[in-house]
């Protein structure tokens, strides 16, 4: 794969149905909050993309591979105290699993966010059973912070949640 | 492959078929009859990626390549989905130049038996604009009448049509 191959920008509305029709998917939902909603329609996607364009500054990016939208991208910033730290948060669509894309969009993202957001901290939650996602923060110099126990309910079930962190050097 | 007919194959969509599905879903002759509006090259290609990017088990819409055992060429696309009454329905659009040779008949037929016997489906309809004489004669070898109705998506008027199972397996 390229360098190229995989880039993060804006969403538009005409993105609704591609991006409906990767997160309408048991299998990256299983991952994900259950505020994100599940089935997934065209509406679910505009609500979603018209919510992106009113954040100042851009906070969530749509994920292309070679032009197609694969996946979406977020930095949610923290208020109040904590208002250098950003929450990361990502998902990819699964035709495009398994390729490296997530390494490549977490990369960009978090450049952003200690470039040009001038964040201090960039923090993930992770289920446990999200062993790709860890490795996708691993290979980015992410550090486990820890393992907050039993701190999520997910499909009815209670999970661990892997806390990982980086920090800004400059 | 999902199903077959004495001269259609019924499988997934592929990359492959962009081509041949902007010359569908790019010809005005057939969209007017859905009706829809005629896309450019990029819009069928986005609309082709986002048929194949569909997670099968999640979609109430499955579409489906058509291809002519004959030549080996792809004439079209068929499908599976829900009515605003949340009814399956079915439906199919061919190429321009594969009209007219009974294929609408084969593959309303193939995609009736096959909801009825593989998806476990107890009622099938489709809806057909009163424009399009021609996919109303095929579906009036089948299906029954079931009501005509100002369809305000699409701003037309339609026909619904429907069979049960029981109906279906008496007759074939």
């Known amino acids: 794969m390229n360098d190229q191959d995989v880039n993060i920008r804006p969403l538009e509305l005409s993105d609704k149905m591609a991006l409906a029709a990767l997160a309408n998917n048991k299998k990256v939902w299983d991952n994900l909050r259950d505020s994100i909603p599940h089935p997934y329609h065209e509406e679910d996607a505009a609500f979603f993309i018209n919510l992106t364009k009113k954040q100042n500054p851009q906070q969530s990016f749509g994920i292309t591979y070679q032009g197609e939208l694969c996946g979406v991208i977020s930095l949610i910033i923290k208020k109040d105290v904590y208002k250098k730290s950003a929450e990361i948060g990502y998902w990819i669509g699964e035709p495009y699993w398994k390729k490296g894309i997530a390494i490549k969009a977490v990369a960009q993202i978090t450049k952003y966010g200690f470039k040009k957001l001038n964040l201090v901290r960039i923090y993930a939650g992770v289920y446990e059973y999200n062993i790709a996602s860890m490795k996708v923060l691993e290979s980015n110099g992410y550090l486990k912070e820890g393992i907050f126990k039993k701190a999520v309910i997910k499909n009815d079930k209670i999970w661990d949640e892997h806390r990982y962190y980086k920090l800004n050097k400059s | ?172």
């Not at chain 2, 004959?70 to 061919?94: P, S, T, V």
């Open chain 2, 1 to 172: 492959m999902i199903f077959e007919t004495d001269r259609l194959t019924i499988r997934l969509l592929t990359k492959e078929d962009a081509d041949l599905y902007f010359d569908l879903m790019g010809n005005p002759n057939v969209m007017n009859l859905v009706p829809r509006p005629v896309m450019s090259r990029e819009e069928s290609n986005k609309h082709l990626l986002c048929v194949i990017n569909s997670a099968p088990d999640m979609t109430n819409k499955k579409v489906w390549a058509i291809d002519s055992k004959i030549d080996n060429e792809f004439i079209g696309i068929c499908a599976f989905l829900k009515n605003d009454d949340h009814e399956n329905e079915i439906g199919y659009r061919l190429r321009e130049k594969f009209w007219k040779k009974g294929y609408g008949t084969e593959i309303a037929r193939g995609l009736i038996d096959y909801g009825f016997k593989n998806m476990n489906m107890d009622l099938i309809t489709a809806d057909v604009i009163t424009t399009n004489l021609g996919s109303m004669k095929i579906l009036e070898k089948f299906l029954i009448l079931d009501k005509e109705f100002f369809n305000p998506n699409d701003n037309c008027t339609d026909r619904r049509y429907k069979l049960d199972k029981e109906t279906w397996l008496k007759r074939f």
